[in-house]
Nanobody
Framework: QVQLVESGGGLVQPGGSLRLSCAASGSIFSIDGMGWYRQPPGKQRELVATITQGGNTDYADSVKGRFTISRDTANNTVYLQMNSLKPEDTAIYYC?????????????????WGQGMQVTVSS
């Protein structure tokens, strides 16, 4: 069974930093891409950042220059370094990944999601 395990969330003051981690485990044959999404209180889930196998990255306009996404290919782990945090960054953060795995007797590529972590930016 493929699982995504998240860590690193918590409470931080405005201007502070946090580093989120997400490790994929299970019968994984390939990971095509990984990313981070977030859901602020009372709002819909939104894209934060993505990274491809080749290392290409993409960011939401609201986090450009403050957040950095990276990955450790050998350990199937994606990171989100968050600097200069603002109260509007408060949200539940989810990692996701496009993973190739054997399901039954078939090889399939599908999207997997972490369970979410609370990040609160407040004085």
């Amino acid at each position: 069974q493929v699982q995504l395990v998240e860590s690193g969330g918590g409470l931080v003051q405005p201007g502070g930093s946090l580093r989120l981690s997400c490790a994929a485990s299970g019968s994984i044959f390939s990971i095509d891409g990984m990313g981070w999404y977030r859901q602020p209180p009372g709002k819909q889930r939104e894209l934060v950042a993505t990274i491809t196998q080749g290392g290409n990255t993409d960011y939401a306009d609201s986090v450009k220059g403050r957040f950095t996404i990276s990955r450790d290919t050998a350990n199937n782990t994606v990171y989100l370094q968050m600097n200069s945090l603002k109260p509007e960054d408060t949200a539940i953060y989810y990692c996701n990944a496009e993973i190739g795995a054997e399901i039954g007797q078939l090889f399939q590529v599908r999207t997997y999601w972490g369970q979410g972590m609370q990040v609160t930016v407040s004085s």
